[in-house]
């Protein structure tokens, strides 16, 4: 029976890696397949690794509380849909994306208006990258005494979390037009919201993306974090802390597999804005290479 | 350039807003405490004068926001105060935390090393493996965390080792994301020139990539080891609050020791600092012994 499994975990193994291994080889030899083959590739190497992980599982036996096959834990999920809908709802569209909004909205005005002094910019520089490094989701139980238990307090919590990498990141875009460019819109007697609008910020998007990105996990995780020190009675970190201690660990797992898809469609949305506000940029162009 | 511009340039205005942040704190205590101190005063039946109020704001045992100086007391007090041992004292818990962060940072710089150079060598590597990287990441891994301890807890792996395998996890990202671009900026040139040398791909490696990535990695390295440090204070959280930054910080918040959750802040911060620069100061290290010029600082 072993011996079958082991077969079984080794031919799917070498099976899907040799699919790789033939489809890279094709998408070099025929170009038209290229598109085709960057995208059946990862998806094949995700199909193994959940196959494998349903094969082990299975197959050995592993008690569900260390670690539930996929198909324990979709199912577990699809039972749960109000409650993981609940806890979306409570985490990522209360808590994460007002907290990302105000952060990312204040860090590009505070941005904004240290640009304008030499001085401000020479002091809070040093200090956003230093506290870009500090563990901020430290200061979660902070936030809960002052905010309370409600999304308020995740919202703070991330707010500070975002403010440091948009102001450190939309100051050094702002700072990346070249000088000549500078000189030109003196040349036209640019007015500060002309050149801003017309120079500095274009020049500073890809700059600003960056930080949006950095961002949209931190915020993600700031929220779940945050709930682990106090929360209502709903929201993913909850549920996955009280879960946890009732050692249900599909549901566990299925309010990560969620956490985990909605930060990538956060992620996703903000790439895809990119490449639509910063389409000159040599990392977006194409045709290159 | 000379010393006092240097000064000038940098020490004063960071001075300055430090200065400015401390001055709005006490300011800010003074108004948040209030209430506490007013019904305090009640309670005692007591009338404070308006400057007795003041100073009762900053001198609270369990105030909403401690004053700066309450903080660096009980830092210090927490720290020198105690010896080294004690379960109280703030540099046996660094320690603990200190430990896993350093663990899971070399474990996850060595696989992200090893990761990207296989992913430069191995087409295949490259196509299957980095877009599920990248995906790895938008895994909320900090939230998981407690449950990872738990689970490795349960088969029999605890200590060091789970809090060392969340900071891996989190600090190998930037790694193969850096070494992958460190690895891959040789230019054409360079490695058409180890072709006319016959080099074969050990001596491309050796002699041309990855001295070519050693800025890339120092720069991932810088990044790595503070989400080390995050993540090994979040491994902490759920560990019934043991030892360590994390466990100080969960305990404070049950017992609503607003100075001890400050004071260990301040140790946190202060730990991503020296690592920080530890790491800054080994690239500068490095950067001489390979024989990169001085940088020069700009005006």
């Not at chain 2, 320690?95 to 060598?121: K, P, Q, R, Y």
Request: glycine share 8%; aromatic share 10%.
């Amino acid at each position: 029976m072993v011996a079958v499994l082991l077969i079984a975990i080794l031919g799917v193994a070498l099976g899907i890696s040799w699919l790789c291994v033939y489809l890279v080889h094709l998408g070099e030899a025929l170009p038209a397949a290229r598109r085709f083959v960057d995208l059946a590739v990862p998806l094949l190497f995700g199909v193994m690794l959940i196959a494998e992980w349903e094969l082990v599982t299975r197959g050995f036996g592993v008690p569900e509380i260390l670690l539930p096959a996929p198909s324990v834990i979709l199912n577990v999920a699809a039972n749960a849909l109000p409650t993981l809908w609940e806890d979306v709802i409570q985490t990522f569209v209360k808590s994460a994306l007002s907290g990302y909004l105000v952060g990312c909205g204040l860090g590009f005005l505070a941005a904004l208006l240290i640009n304008r002094s030499d001085f401000l910019k020479r002091g809070l520089l040093p200090l956003g990258n230093f506290v870009s490094a500090l563990p901020i989701v430290g200061v979660a139980p902070i936030a809960v005494m002052w905010f309370g238990f409600d999304w308020q307090s995740k919202a703070a919590v991330i707010v500070l979390m975002t403010f440091f990498p948009m102001l450190v990141n939309t100051e050094a875009g702002l700072a990346a037009a070249g000088h000549m460019e500078r000189d030109l819109m003196r040349t036209y007697a640019a007015t500060w919201g002309d050149e801003m609008r017309r120079l500095r910020l274009p020049a500073a998007w890809p700059f600003i993306f960056n930080a949006l990105k950095i961002n949209s996990t931190l915020a993600l995780i700031g929220a779940i974090v945050a709930e682990f020190f106090g929360a209502p009675t709903y929201g993913v970190g909850f549920r996955i802390s009280t879960e946890m201690g009732r050692m249900n660990t599909a549901m566990v797992w299925a309010e990560i597999g969620v956490a985990a898809i909605l930060g990538s469609a956060f992620y996703g949305v903000i790439a895809l804005l990119e490449r639509r506000v910063t389409f000159w940029h040599p990392s977006v162009r194409k045709g290159q290479r | 350039m000379t010393q006092p511009s240097f000064f000038r340039h940098s020490v004063v205005p960071v001075l300055t807003v430090i200065a400015v942040i401390v001055a709005f704190w006490y300011v800010a205590a003074l108004f948040m405490n209030h209430s506490t101190v007013v019904a305090e005063a009640q309670l005692k039946g007591l009338a404070f004068t308006p400057s007795a109020t003041w100073y009762r704001s900053w001198a609270l045992d369990k105030p909403l926001l401690p004053a700066p100086h309450q903080v660096i007391a009980e830092l210090w007090k927490s720290t020198a105060g105690l010896s080294v041992t004690s379960k109280r004292s703030l540099v046996y818990h660094g320690w603990v935390t200190l430990s896993a962060t350093l663990l899971g940072f070399l474990l996850g710089t060595l696989l992200g090393i090893l990761l990207a150079i296989g992913i430069v060598h191995q087409k295949v590597m490259d196509k299957s493996l980095m877009p599920w990287i990248i995906a790895s990441q938008t895994v909320p891994i900090l939230a998981v965390a407690p449950m990872l301890i738990v689970v490795l807890n349960a088969i029999g792996i605890s200590g060091l080792l789970p809090k060392a395998l969340i900071s891996t996890y989190l600090s190998f990202f930037p790694v193969v994301v850096g070494m992958v671009k460190g690895l891959r900026s040789p230019e054409t040139i360079h490695l058409d020139l180890m072709r006319t040398y016959n080099a074969d791909d050990l001596q491309v490696f050796t002699k041309l990539r990855w001295p070519a990535s050693v800025p890339y990695l120092f720069a991932s390295l810088k990044v790595g080891i503070a989400i080390s440090l995050i993540g090994a204070i979040v491994g902490e959280l759920p560990t019934g609050a043991a030892a360590g930054l994390g466990a100080r910080l969960l305990s404070g918040s049950y017992y609503g020791q607003t100075i001890q959750i400050w004071a260990a802040l301040f140790a946190a911060a202060f730990l991503a600092g020296i690592l920080v620069l530890v790491v800054g100061w080994s690239e500068s290290l490095v950067m001489r012994l390979m024989g990169a010029r001085p940088e020069r600082r700009a005006a």
